[in-house]
């Protein structure tokens, strides 16, 4: 199994920003994506950024120029940098691992950006 531990979220006002942080332990091979979805209340689910084993990324295009993934510095690690959040960015962000075929889901970091 694989287990996905989240850390960085929090209130901000708009404008501001915060860093999310997953690491992943337990059965994780090399060749896999990282990302993060988020989801508001009332809303589906949705993909903000992404990032492949050999580095590539995927945003959403609400967060393109205003946010970035990297893999963390410790191996099966991600951060999601996020500058000039709006209020439409408040969700629960989770942290999401799939390899061979199968999803791995941590269990949500709330974000608030209020004034």
Known sequence: QVQLVESGGGSVQPGGSLRLSCAASGSVFDLNTMGWYRQAPGKERVLVASIRSGGSTAYADSAKGRFAISRGRAKNTVVLQMNSLKSEDTA?????????NRDYWGQGTQVIVAS
């Open 92 to 100: 629960v962000y989770l942290c999401n691992l799939k390899q061979f």
